[in-house]
């Protein structure tokens, strides 16, 4: 007869996951994110909600930046109110886009008062094509941190990456536009998965 000794010990209890404590927490979390966000938002995106705030997986971000990417508008805005609306609803939703559009939109209006008395300036036309490298670097590197997300994908990483290159080409050397891009490859990606899930 076992006895209380023998039982194997209950698993212990994942902690909590981090989440928003409200809707002003979400609010001035999003604020945060939109003004670092010069040139490279989804770099700033990323570690933000997933390294820092930890409100969701990698996995996660990448399925939910997919969603974002697939409706109307700009995909950050879309991504601030999915995650305000899965928190709070409605008035999480609303803080969370208030979040991402007051203060940058006073700091873009001031900047492009500013700017319309300097664009001829060779100094400054030198300076924003500096930074659209740092921007493109930066969305490199988080492309290579969320491609280590897809090892545990139904499809598997070769057609993963299949994909992947596919889209680049289309997009860099074939030109589609995003329009054709996501119902096409988009598309296959998600009927191939669907199928791959279904029993």
């Not at 996995?59 to 805005?77: L, T």
Request: proline share 9%; with cysteine; net charge positive.
């Amino acid at each position: 007869m076992a006895t209380a000794t023998d039982l194997p010990s209950p698993p212990p209890e994942s902690p909590p996951r981090p989440q928003p404590r409200n809707p002003s927490d979400l609010f001035w979390s999003f604020t945060w994110l939109a003004l670092q966000g010069f040139g490279g938002v989804l770099a700033v995106v990323q570690r933000e909600l997933v390294e820092k705030k930890r409100w969701m997986t990698n996995e996660e971000f990448v399925e939910d930046w997919a969603v974002a990417q697939i409706m109307p508008g700009p995909n950050v805005v879309n991504l601030s109110i999915m995650i305000g609306d899965r928190y709070f609803g409605l008035r999480g939703a609303l803080a969370a886009l208030a979040g991402m559009l007051t203060f940058p939109l006073i700091l873009v209006l001031a900047l492009a008062v500013v700017y319309a008395q300097f664009a001829s300036h060779p100094a400054v036309a030198g300076a924003l094509r500096g930074m659209g490298a740092v921007a493109a670097g930066l969305i490199a590197g988080v492309g290579i941190k969320l491609f280590v997300s897809i090892k545990n994908h139904p499809l598997g990483r070769p057609l993963c990456v299949a994909f992947a290159a596919l889209t680049i080409v289309a997009m860099a050397w074939l030109r589609w536009p995003l329009f054709w891009i996501l119902p096409v490859i988009g598309g296959a990606a998600c009927v191939l998965t669907w199928r791959k899930l279904a029993p």
